[in-house]
């Protein structure tokens, strides 16, 4: 870093040796500095007077890239954001990686086979760096503590530390559809699996109650020799004139009302 700037940041090292040379926001190896804030941006920092953290810290070529335009003034800001990007960047092979088993590869064809395990590989690089937790560091003035926290997703009061152990658990235990889960769990509510479950319960039970109510017209039209549509669109006219009632319930009102006059 020039004279021009050093009066303005902070150098920071990692306190570890075993943190040397490595990326502060993923683990992989530092050939970078990444600036709080951007160097291009210190200049209107300095000038609107906004608090920032004002340190260079150690990040690998992707990091820095990553974060080099975003206005974020705090390691902590640029640590959370970067995860974010990592996740959107790499989410379609964090999804194979996390679906899929290498016990699977076996019954697949090579091609189909390779690609899956080289998504597989990719997913679970991107994983671990999204769960690197950072390392203590300090600077000219501080010392900053980065104390590991082990990660933990509920599910339902079942506690997991890895995500594709929960994800599996829901799977297998729970009985979820994969992709359906996945993509709920993943896309709407960002890894809560709670949440995840009662909204993907919420649509499982009114696309088995839609099955289950066409089943009860086409049976009642069949038995009653009714026309399948008349039937159809009278049920849903009796259920929006009152939505307390059942697909069952409306048609035994149509029967009453016109099957059996």
Known sequence: ???KFSQYYQHAYACNQNNFNQCFYCGCE???RDHCPPLHMLQSTIDLGEDADFISIAACYECHALLHNERLLTIDERFSTLKKKLANKYAKPLRVYNMWHENELADMSDEFAHSIKAGMTLGKEAAE???FVGFTYATEEAKVTVREKTPEFDVEGSVFNDFKDALNYCIDTLKVQRSDFYKILVEDYQGDFNKALSQY???HDKVTAAKD???LIKEFSKQHKQNSDFVTRTVKYFINQDPSLSTQAALD???TNYVKK
């Open 1 to 3: 870093m020039s004279s």
């Open 30 to 32: 530092a050939t970078e």
């Open 129 to 131: 760096r999204m769960a």
């Open 201 to 203: 319960r919420h649509r």
């Open 213 to 215: 109510g066409n089943c």
């Open 253 to 255: 009102k149509l029967y």
